[in-house]
Each structure stands twice: as C-alpha cells, then as structure tokens.
C-alpha cells in the first residue's frame, strides 16, 4: 500500500463532507448534539480514536463531521469486506481515509496477516501528526452495552511512538455514540469526547513490560468510554431492562426532578435509572424482570406500543386524523418520486445482507454517493424537458421538502394505525385485555418507585 503523501481533505472532499454534513445532521437525524468536541487535539498531534461501536459507518461518520476546520480529517479502520465490492468503491474508500481492517471471525486467520498494511500506514499517519480512528470492539451490536476491547488500538498507538524514538506524545481519545433508536430517520444522536489519553506517562513502563503498559492504558480509555454510555453489562436480562428504561426512564426522571427533553439529558436520567435497577437484590431483580418480560410479550402478541396503554384516542380525532391524510394525499403521492426508492433501496439491501445494525449506514451511504445524484440529475431533466428549465430549478429546490412531507406522512398514517387498532380494543372481545395490560403497567410503574424508594 503507498503511503499517502498529503493529509489535509482537498476541495473535493470538503464538499462532499458538507454534503454529508446536510443529510447527516438535517434529515437522517433531527438532531445530533456533539459534546465534548473541543477536545479533539489540533492537527499535529497524533491521537488514535477509541470508540464504542453501535451503528456501523454511522459511528465513523458522526466523529468525522465533529472535526472542525476546512479540509480537517480523520483516517478510518473499516471491515475488509467492504473493500472487496470492486475497485472503484476501493479507490473511493481509501479517498475518504478509509483502510481496510481484516478480522479472524469474518475473513479468517490466514487474512489477518493483511492487516500489516493498514498498520504501517496508521503508524505514518500518526508520525505525521494526524488522528486515526479505529473501534476496540472490533464488530457493532443492537444492544446498548460496551464489549470486549482488542488491544490493537494500543499497539498501534505505543508503536507509533516507539517509531519515534518516544519524541513524539501520542494520545488516544476514547468516543462515545448514543442513538434514540438506532433505525429509521428523524432520530436523535449524541457523540461525546474524553479526556485525550496521553501515552508519555506509560513510556517507561512500556519499554519494560509493553503488554502491563497496553493492560493499563486499555483499562483507563474503556473506563472513559463506559461512563459516557449507556453500558448495559446483564445481558441476559438486556430485554427486560431495556423495556423497562425505554418506558419507564421519563417517569423516572420526572419524578427524580431531572430533565428529559434532550437526547444527552435522557441519557443521564437512562443511567441512572438502570443504575437503580442494578442496586436491586437479586431475587427481587429476577421478579422485576419477569414482570417486565411478561407486559413486553403481551403488548407484541396486542401488536400494540406501550405509549398506547395511556393513550386514549376517540374516534372524533382519529377520523379528523383520516381526513387530513386524505386532503394530503395527492401530494404524499408526488412525494414518493424519488424518495420510495431512497428509503426501499437501502432497506432491501439491508435485508438481503442480514444485518440490520447497517440500515442507517445504507441509508445514507448509498443515498449520499450515488442515489440522491443520479435521481436529482434525472428529475431535473425530465421536469426541463416536461416543462421549463425554472421549473426544473424549483423542482430540484423542493425535493428535499417533499422528502420530508414523504417521511413525516408515512410516519403519520403508522399513528393512525395504531389509533385504529386501539379503538379495536373497544370491542367486547378485546377490552378486557387491554384492560390488563394498563393494569399490570400500573402496578409495575407502582413497584420500581417503591423500590426505588422515591
């Protein structure tokens, strides 16, 4: 592999990096908060990245727009697999400062050696003053808990210093993302920063027992990552006790007197709440959890949402609900070209792969390169040779409206569904059940604040 002879993005890269910048933070999220991001070193010291690993490319993505300044960024550490798709999408990745990292799980132990490679160009990337970011994890999970680390990170990291005769302090910034919900749009994200990690400390230490060095230093940035996420470690309850926080964490909240309007307040109050549960004895915990698991199962086989167990909607609002949809729906129908095929494409290749942790990457991936350019190219045309070219203008200037009005009408016409399954329970057959499910939501809500003592 040639080693790259120029770090800073060129004008070419910024662009695309504003771009991705406009879908990342404006329609694949509402909001994303970055915090922390000031402790991002300048360009001329070398930090690796440490990050938790949760949403794939989207990760990467969120630390990539946190660096600040034209032509700023970081380099990557991506599965290998990813390069392999052909020699344009390679070309392009490592354009992106992407390189590719090879795992014994996927590509098996005889490509492992391939990784010498990426690490001698992340060692002169280092060398030079530049960050590279790369996930211990080493693979992204659908669950809110931090895994185990390799200590690649630190090899590369303590090497890199090594190389320079230990003249040059090397830091590690441990990251942390945090998803509202990890699929669909319109979510929320946070992506918060440490302390930078400075290796000079562990020098001495390193050049007499490099792996006692690596132990500590691994030990310090996990530490930092785990305190800024929701680290969820009883994964054999991770069901239970994800229900429980995802429905119960406002009321906890709430009644704690702690604000819950923002993405990093929920995740405060979340933490503490599952603190709570934590400090639980066992065999209480164990009768929570049953409970909780017991409510869940009830609500899937209802095909109903747990909001709707205080939700109470009449039919007088649900058929206004009906009837704004059908005055909106002739637009909703224009909304759908080119936006069904953004949102579909990137949801059947999602599927086809079978992983569903790269549904959020797909989606703005594939729109970013290439969909959103081609069809924007095509319905220019086609409203310029249909109409007028001003058309065509105004067309182009609207779409990313009619996108939204696509997104928000579908999300809307779920709402309705759900109003209208809620009302089903009115029927004789079905109250009861519902009935039960609101009663056994209340006694579980009456328990936790009992225990919690609050």
């Not at 709440?273 to 164990?286: G, I, N, R």
Request: charged share 25%; aromatic share 14%; glycine share 4%.
């Amino acid at each position: 592999m040639e080693l790259r002879k120029t770090f800073k993005g060129g004008l070419y890269y910024m662009g695309f990096k504003e771009f991705i910048r406009l879908l990342f933070n404006h329609f694949l999220y509402r909001r994303v908060y970055k915090i922390g991001d000031d402790k991002i070193l300048p360009d001329g010291n070398p930090q690796v990245i440490a990050s938790n690993h949760q949403n794939c490319l989207v990760d990467a993505i969120a630390v990539m727009l946190a660096f600040k300044g034209p032509g700023r960024r970081p380099f990557f550490w991506a599965r290998a697999d990813i390069f392999a798709v052909s020699k344009v999408l390679e070309k392009y990745l490592r354009f992106l400062g992407l390189m590719p990292a090879f795992r014994m799980e996927h590509e098996g132990m005889e490509d492992v050696g391939k990784n010498s490679a990426s690490f001698d160009e992340s060692y002169h990337l280092l060398k030079n003053g530049q960050s590279v970011m790369i996930f211990p994890e080493a693979g992204h999970q659908d669950k809110r808990f931090l895994g185990h680390f390799t200590m690649g990170y630190t090899t590369m990291a303590f090497k890199a210093a090594e190389q320079t005769g230990f003249e040059k302090e090397i830091f590690i910034l441990p990251v942390a993302n945090h998803y509202s919900n990890y699929f669909g749009m319109r979510r929320e994200m946070c992506v918060m920063f440490s302390d930078p990690v400075s290796l000079k400390p562990y020098y001495e230490l390193y050049r007499e027992k490099p792996r006692t060095a690596m132990r500590e230093v691994n030990q310090v940035v996990r530490k930092a990552i785990s305190s800024m996420m929701l680290d969820i470690q009883d994964l054999d309850n991770y069901p239970a006790i994800d229900f429980l926080r995802t429905n119960y964490g406002k009321s906890f909240a709430f009644i704690r007197k702690k604000p819950y309007r923002r993405l990093p307040e929920k995740l405060a109050a979340e933490k503490e709440f599952v603190a709570s549960l934590d400090d639980l004895e066992e065999e209480t915990k164990k009768s929570v959890y049953s409970q909780a698991e017991n409510l869940l199962k009830g609500l899937e086989e209802s095909r109903l949402r747990f909001e709707s167990l205080s939700k109470k909607p009449s039919w007088t609002s649900t058929i206004l609900k009906i009837v704004g949809m059908v005055i909106l729906f002739p637009l909703w129908i224009f909304s759908l070209w080119p936006n069904f095929l953004l949102y579909h494409i990137p949801k059947r290749l999602t599927k086809r792969v079978g992983d569903k942790m790269l549904s959020s990457s797909f989606l703005l991936g594939i729109n970013a390169v290439i969909a959103i350019p081609l069809f924007t190219l095509i319905s220019f045309v086609a409203v310029w040779c249909l109409l007028t070219i001003y058309m065509a203008v105004l067309y182009v200037l609207l779409m990313p409206m009619l996108a939204l009005l696509c997104w928000y009408y579908t999300e809307w016409w779920a709402s309705v569904k759900q109003d209208l399954r809620l009302l089903g329970f009115y029927k004789k057959s079905k109250i009861a059940n519902l009935r039960a499910l609101r009663k056994e939501s209340e006694k579980l809500e009456d328990r936790l604040w009992s225990l919690f003592k609050i």
